[in-house]
Structures are given as structure tokens and as C-alpha cells.
């Protein structure tokens, strides 16, 4: 049974850092794109931020970019975001999610990809 679990989150101030990890299980994603998601209540799940298999190619949101940092480690099976400067707009349910389909690229459309971890909650007080 494939599974991806998230952690890292929890309840911090304006200006912090938090560190979310996704470790997979039951198979691994070497050879698959993978990426972070995020839904804030009452809103769309929204991508966030996007990695290459290699980690040699990265993308992310607008308004996530110069305080997030996507990155993988294939030898742990774990999926890291590093999340600087938070504010409180960044609240939200973060989500990893991995792609069965080997790519050289980078997906950022939640539609392409097949597994979903259960989320990790982000609350950022003023």
C-alpha cells in the first residue's frame, strides 16, 4: 500500500520557520516529479511548489517564492518545504503529492498527480 505521510506542522508567529516532510512508503518515487499543495478553508487546493526527480529543477507559487525551498531526499524517501518568513496568509492544510509516471520535468497541475498525503496544518498568528 503506497502512502505518503506529511508532518512538520503546527501553530507559529508571524516570521517563523517551519519545516514540513513527506516520507513515502510502500514504493519509491525515484524517477517521479513530486510537489506540495495547500488549501486554506472555503478556498481551491492551490499548488505551492514543485520538484524534478534529480531535484534539478524546481518551481513555485508567486506568492510562496524567495521564502519557500522544495527539496528531496531519494535515499530517505522523503519529500521536504521549507517554509521561511511565514505569514499569516500561508495558512493553510499542506498537502505532498507524487506522480507514478517517471518525468524529467516538473508538474504543478494537482490533476497529474496520483498520490496524495492526508495533510499537515499551518496556522501562523500575527
Known amino acids: 500500500q503506497v502512502q505518503l505521510v506529511e508532518s512538520g506542522g503546527g501553530l507559529v508567529q508571524a516570521g517563523d520557520s517551519l519545516r514540513l516532510s513527506c516520507v513515502a512508503s510502500?514504493?519509491?518515487?525515484?524517477?517521479?516529479?513530486m510537489g506540495w499543495f495547500r488549501q486554506a478553508p472555503g478556498k481551491e487546493r492551490e499548488f505551492v511548489a514543485a520538484?524534478?526527480?534529480?531535484?534539478?529543477?524546481?518551481d513555485y507559487s508567486d506568492s510562496v517564492k524567495g521564502r519557500f525551498t522544495i527539496s528531496s531526499d531519494h535515499a530517505k524517501n522523503t519529500l521536504y518545504l521549507q517554509m521561511n518568513s511565514l505569514k499569516p496568509e500561508d495558512i493553510a492544510s499542506y498537502f505532498c503529492?507524487?506522480?507514478?509516471?517517471?518525468?524529467?520535468?516538473?508538474?504543478?497541475?494537482?490533476?497529474?498527480?496520483?498520490?496524495w498525503g492526508q495533510g499537515t496544518q499551518v496556522t501562523v498568528s500575527s
Open positions: 503529492a507524487a506522480r507514478v509516471q517517471p518525468g524529467i520535468g516538473i508538474v504543478v497541475s494537482s490533476h497529474e498527480y496520483d498520490y
Open positions: 510502500g514504493r519509491t518515487f525515484h524517477g517521479s516529479p
Open positions: 520538484i524534478s526527480w534529480n531535484g534539478g529543477i524546481t
